[in-house]
């Protein structure tokens, strides 16, 4: 079951980020809309209600759910940039969120159109951070640590080869 649920392992934090490893993942976030797209444009309204594990979401509450999560990532990292006192990371219930009207019926293409303008932002802008900007920290409540800019990306670039995995495995093992 932990590969389903992990299909890429989980994530593994680690203390600094070269700046190969984060140009990987710059590449990641820029490059994981269009291989959504790719993926997931042309499935029927079967495929999207498919599922990687009994329990999980479908692949349409997963597309929704990563424009929402990386939408939020990226506004962690503004706001961490623009606002002195921005301590805590800003949460959401994603559960909540997975199962609200728009994540379970909406056409996936509103959230690749969002998916597509965040990430060109969003590697734009982690491109132009200093090395002090990359550096600024937050609290994550949830994870139960202080993460810096660095972090929060590799977070990000993982994030979406995560569930990018679990629309795979429902494409294979539930099809």
Known sequence: MEHLKFPIGPFQLKENYTDEELQKCVEIIRDSPATYRKLVQHLSEEDLRK???EGSWTIRQLVHHVADI?????????KAMTEPNYAEATLIDMGGWAHTSDSV???????????????????YLIESLTPEQLEISYFHSVRNIYFNQKQAIAISAWHVQHHLAHIELALRVRG
């Open 51 to 53: 599922t990687y594990r």
């Open 70 to 78: 990386q939408l939020l990532h990226y506004f962690r990292m503004k």
């Open 105 to 123: 019926s909406a056409p996936i293409e509103d959230s690749l159109l969002l998916f597509e303008g965040v990430h060109q932002r969003y590697a």
